[in-house]
């Protein structure tokens, strides 16, 4: 017999006599969910490895600003204000994890947490058991050592003969560590395995004695293999004038534990000139040896079964792939924040159909997928000889990675997509993380617009390729955009042809013809709700990996948490962000945070994130609809209406509440009464120099006016907020005071209505500290002020054909004009100033903001006195939590229990 197939025999013979009961099988989930991916993988087409002192060298490459590296001890106890502390959410989120923890320990099961700290080892155990179950470094630098692992395993099994390879499955040798100690096994893997971590104020941390830089130093003595590379800044007096001098240096860990310094590259000057972290790259690139670099994100995990692929994962290089050699691995990414939340869960659910079905179909056939982030596999000698792994142009690059992939493609490059193999990835938890997250995304997808690797793609691509990239790059926020813009044409429409009467004049017409396709068209309804139409390739995914029913059975799952709402949140912050980046430009980097974020977000911080992007937008829509209502024709009647409006009403509602809905116990009225108290706080203090728009209302509103700042933005502004004028031209018509006129001096009374409204709003704008000496004056004139309109308001009811209804359709019409005046002077700020109207204009503002937030906070209100909503409401946001049994309870309700007692 061969003896290669007396091996295999042996080997087999191995596998299947091992004993194992039930006992051993693993309970934990995510230990199941590996192992299930691991043995599914197998069976996928993969090439195979060769041997390790063949296959092709390579290098992981992380870039680092200022993250959390190592949570410390007082970050693991420090309690937020529901008296929380990271390490009771942690025990309570991973109970059996813990278990384990205190067994590896030798530390009892009800052993108080201050036991733990007696001891120094125990500490820096809990320290890493902590964070290695958050985003942080030491989570990323542990995964991806498992590469040096993993090649020392192979190669210290390619080493042993079949005999000593028998003995070894007989002894279960295996499960020891000894292969670690080879010598031979080690130097093979540090030939072919090298992990820079580019941490590009490490220098700045560590003459600072941040806890940074000491924590990156224990992963380097921990990590034999990793490698620190950053900006080293060196102040110097030459000629008796001070000299700053630049050098990138890559260092490593010595015997004694001290930083050895490898390589030290004098640079010509300070590196960072564009955005900040592909600066931060670049500049470290230089340092990776081998024929291939994986960038991973600091936020990423690896396991030690995946990095056992890489070697057959490494062999796609020599490959055929069509027409060109590949040039970037496309590999495929597990979202390990998705199983406490529903947020977390539909993100995760998303970002898992993207990574799987959806690149999957952009590499093959379509030929257009490109470098969408970490943890690509890049040919290194290809892109260091062809402009880098990534692009640094201020602001032009604010989304760097897809820059890669447009340069990879331009320079006759293949970019590919591989699903035998993933690694871990941390995703935004939270609404709020989310919402800056798309921001950010929508925000660079609109500077791509601009940029010249777009136009020489559209232009060297043919047809259907130029079609299929253009889809799935800018096409998707461009579409989006249209589709909501689809939607306020359509309802402006309507509410013309109401305030008008064509509407109506033209519905007798179609009735007395007999015309029914007139009458059809008038009568147009959009019966279906456009934010659940992102949510389809995430179904196909579903029943691509699950089946048909499990699928089904996730999306109703799914709609009873509300996905269909948080969907069509996400297309009204794709819209805002990509939108505002087109007419202004001036996308920034948006630090999301990387937390957990099982907390309560006070009405303040959410009013100040949604206020323009959704809040604004959300009531222009429902007062859209309620004039339609108020003055439009439909001689459907009631149901006509409802079918009419409710996919418009949805929308409305999901960008006004969405953010309350989705915030944990935002329904509890204590909370309420806080959150009330904080926001008014925020919204009457004043701002001044050094006041963040955190703490006052004038300096977030000026923060938010920033964007504007050209002439070619002002004039868009003016021209888009010219829109507001057709409340009033049409409602006023519509008054009983008007007497049915049609004459422009009916619209021309409105006006000065309107300028005296204005006038009301100068004399109560004045401040009484201006006029300490006429305190008693100024009261008087707001009294009489006061009484004089309310006394001609009466008396305009009863002596005139002015009506109440009249009054309410003054508001109406009044409140979109002023909100559009108030939107053209903040354009022309400079101007306003000039004329001394700016604190005029700011009273409105405020007063307006003031009115938005009550009208939003008046339904969570009286929500929260209802104790079943908030319980509701708990139920659906961690619904993930209850069905593992988790005590989310617990963590939500903190030592409030005991506060006050």
Not at 25 to 35: D, G, H, Q, T, Y
Not at 318 to 333: D, M
Not at 609 to 619: A, P, T
């Amino acid at each position: 017999m061969n003896l290669d197939w007396k091996d295999m025999i042996k080997r087999l013979h191995s596998l299947l006599t091992i004993k194992e009961s039930a006992a051993n099988v693993p309970k934990n989930l995510e230990a199941s969910r590996r192992l299930q991916f691991f043995t599914n993988s197998l069976f996928m087409q993969m090439p195979l490895a060769r041997p390790v002192s063949e296959m092709l060298s390579f290098s992981v490459f992380t870039p680092y600003y200022s993250e959390t590296v190592l949570y410390s001890i007082a970050e693991l106890q420090k309690k937020n204000e529901d008296g929380i502390s990271t390490l009771f959410y942690l025990q309570k989120i991973y109970p059996d994890e813990w278990k384990n923890f205190l067994t590896r320990i030798n530390r009892d099961e009800n052993a108080a947490d201050t036991e733990l700290f007696s001891s120094a080892n125990d500490i820096l155990e809990l320290r890493l058991w902590a964070s290695y179950r958050g985003q942080t470094l030491a989570r990323t630098v542990r995964g991806m050592m498992y590469y040096r692992k993993a090649l020392m395993l192979q190669s210290y099994l390619e080493r042993m003969h079949s005999e000593d390879l028998e003995s070894a499955f007989d002894m279960a040798g295996l499960a020891d560590t000894h292969f670690e100690y080879s010598p031979e096994a080690r130097a093979q893997a540090d030939l072919k395995f090298t992990y820079v971590v580019t941490c590009q104020i490490y220098g700045v941390q560590k003459g600072e004695g941040k806890p940074e830089a000491a924590d990156i130093a224990l992963l380097m003595q921990r990590n034999e293999a990793l490698r620190i590379a950053y900006i080293d800044v060196v102040e110097s007096v030459k000629n008796g004038k001070p000299s700053t001098e630049y050098y990138s240096k890559l260092v490593k860990a010595d015997i004694h534990g001290k930083d050895k310094e490898i390589y030290s590259v004098k640079l010509p000057g300070n590196p960072k000139l564009g955005e900040g972290k592909p600066e931060n790259q670049n500049h470290a690139v230089i340092f990776t040896r081998g024929n291939a670099v994986q960038t991973i994100d600091m936020n990423q995990d690896n396991y030690f079964e995946e990095a056992l692929k890489m070697r057959n994962l490494l062999e796609e290089f020599s490959q055929n792939h069509g027409k060109f050699r590949p040039s970037i691995l496309g590999v495929r990414e597990h979202v390990f924040t998705g199983s406490v939340s529903s947020l977390a869960s539909f993100m995760s659910n998303q970002e898992t159909s993207f990574v799987t079905l959806g690149q999957r179909v952009l590499s093959n056939p379509l030929k257009v997928r490109m470098h969408y982030g970490h943890p690509d596999v890049f040919d290194r000698i290809f892109h260091i000889t062809r402009g880098g792994i990534s692009k640094a142009s201020r602001i032009i690059n604010i989304s760097e990675d897809i820059f890669a992939g447009f340069n990879s493609t331009l320079r006759q490059g293949n970019i590919t997509h591989h699903e035998y193999i993933q690694v871990g990835k941390g995703r935004d938890v939270g609404l709020n993380q989310i919402a800056l997250f798309e921001g950010k995304v929508a925000g660079g997808n609109g500077e791509q617009v601009l940029s010249r690797d777009i136009y020489r793609l559209g232009q060297l691509f043919d047809f259907f390729r130029m079609l299929s990239f253009y889809v799935t790059t800018v096409g998707f926020y461009f579409c989006t955009m249209l589709t909501v813009l689809t939607v306020y044409i359509f309802l402006y429409g309507k509410t013309y042809l109401a305030l008008s009467g064509v509407g109506e004049s033209i519905q007798n017409r179609a009735d007395i013809q007999g015309n029914k396709a007139l009458s059809v068209a008038l009568n147009t309804q959009f019966l279906f709700q456009i934010g659940v139409f992102t949510a389809i390739p995430m179904i196909l995914g579903f029943i691509l990996e699950e089946g048909v029913l499990t699928a089904f059975v996730s999306f109703i799952t799914m709609q009873f948490q509300l996905c269909s709402i948080f969907f069509t949140f996400s297309l009204g912050t794709r819209t805002h962000y990509f939108g505002r980046t087109i007419l202004h430009g001036g996308a920034k980097y948006r630090a999301t945070g990387r937390g957990f974020v099982v907390r309560h977000i006070k009405f303040a911080e959410n009013y100040r994130l949604y206020s323009r992007s959704h809040f604004v937008k959300g009531l222009e829509v429902a007062l859209l609809l309620v004039i339609f209502l108020a003055y439009g024709f439909n001689n459907s009647g009631a149901i006509g209406y409802i079918l009419l409006s409710i996919s418009s009403w949805f929308m409305a509602l999901s960008w006004l509440f969405a953010p309350y809905v989705f915030n944990p116990s935002g329904f509890e009225w204590q909370k309420v009464v806080e959150d009330f108290r904080d926001w008014t706080n925020w919204l009457f203090y004043r701002g001044g120099i050094g006041v963040k728009g955190e703490e006052s209302w004038e300096a977030w509103w000026d923060e938010e006016l920033a964007h504007i700042h050209t002439f070619r933005g002002r004039i868009l502004e003016t021209i888009l907020s010219l829109r507001f004028f057709i409340f009033q031209y049409g409602v006023v018509y519509h008054m009983h005071a008007g007497k049915e006129s049609t004459s422009l001096s009916v619209y021309w009374v409105s006006w000065a209505v309107l300028g005296g409204l204005f006038v009301l709003l100068m004399v109560f704008s004045l401040n009484p500290k201006a006029m300490v000496h006429f305190q008693l004056l100024l009261r008087l004139v707001k009294s009489i002020a006061l009484l004089v309109v309310l006394a001609g308001l009466v008396v305009a009811i009863a002596m005139t054909p002015l009506t109440v209804l009249d009054v309410l359709a003054s508001i109406l019409a009044y409140v979109p004009t002023g909100w559009g005046i108030l939107s053209i002077a903040v354009a022309w700020k400079p101007i306003v100033k000039r004329f001394g109207l700016w604190k005029i204009v700011r009273s409105l503002a405020r007063l307006y903001d003031a009115g938005m937030g009550m009208i939003i906070f008046v339904p969570i209100a009286i929500c929260s006195w209802f104790p079943f909503i908030s319980t509701f409401q708990t139920r659906l946001l961690f619904n993930q939590a209850f069905s593992r049994g988790l005590e989310i309870s617990l963590i939500l309700a903190g030592n409030n229990q005991n506060a006050g007692i």
